[in-house]
């Protein structure tokens, strides 16, 4: 192999190491609850990142074994493939650029208003055709049954920093929290831990907004709201453990809101991978108009002696 193809070759592999982060952050994003709710949004990370798994494999063994039919379906292949990541890195941004979020005074946690988001979101994701589904699926997944365990005074629920969604511990999150809970004896240290590894509760669906007034009895049970007309959720806000708020537009918002935290890290990781692909890509044009010309040379001087 010449030069050129070598640096081709380490060129497309570290393309196809920059595939892996790519995966790694569709499969989180998949994986999050809210987003087993919402097909539409789950896989299109997964699939580009295994799409330029696939290709800068090609490139790789094309430019290892000089295979200029591999090597050029690799070149076009990349420039698509980074072509539709960009797009849907901007895409991302722009839907998730409105945050519908809204500090409450007196409480840790914030709380989440429908018009605040982007109105693809509000079309394609929480638009009643679509909201049926997901509200099934969101009481399936019994994402407000352990609020009455977590928090046992009121004032503990006021203050917490809840998330719009609840999010879901990892064992290794599990057993940070028992070796926190055994060193309680340090306050300080059990303070910490308790803040840093509480599991996060829903905002928009699991309670009623507070500018209803509702009194509070436990984190699902609130009773005999002070202002009724301060928001339209107040009126369907229900006890039901299956219904609760979720036909609430601030449990619409809330899933919005989620999905919207949710897509800013994982743009973080995309944008990194996509700067290294392009960057990659535009040295592997060279290399291989470079491979070219040697391969011409050598030809060249082949015919001549």
Known sequence: ??????????????????????????IWLASKPDNECIHLLRWPVVILGFLILAVSLCGFLGAYWYKETLLAFYLCCMAILIALLLILLIFAFVVTRSDGSYDVPGRGYKEYRLDGFSSWLKNHVVDSKSWNKIRGCLVDTNVCAKLTQEYVTSDQFFMAHISPLQ???????????????????ERKLFLYCYSKFLVTVESGCCKPPTACGY???????????????????CFLWNNDQNQLCYNCNSCKAGLL????????KANIILIVAVVVLIWVYVIACSAFKNAQTEDLFRKYKQGWA
């Open 1 to 26: 192999m010449g030069l050129s193809n070598n640096i081709t070759a380490v060129l497309n592999f570290i393309a196809l190491l920059c595939s892996i982060p790519i995966i790694a952050a569709g």
């Open 215 to 233: 009194n509070y009895v436990n984190p699902t049970l609130w009773l005999n709201p002070v202002n009724p007309t301060a928001d339209p959720d």
């Open 257 to 264: 809101g989620n999905l919207r935290r949710e897509w800013r």
């Open 167 to 185: 999010a879901c511990l990892s064992s290794a999150l599990i057993a940070i929290i028992h070796i926190c809970l055994i060193a309680k004896s």
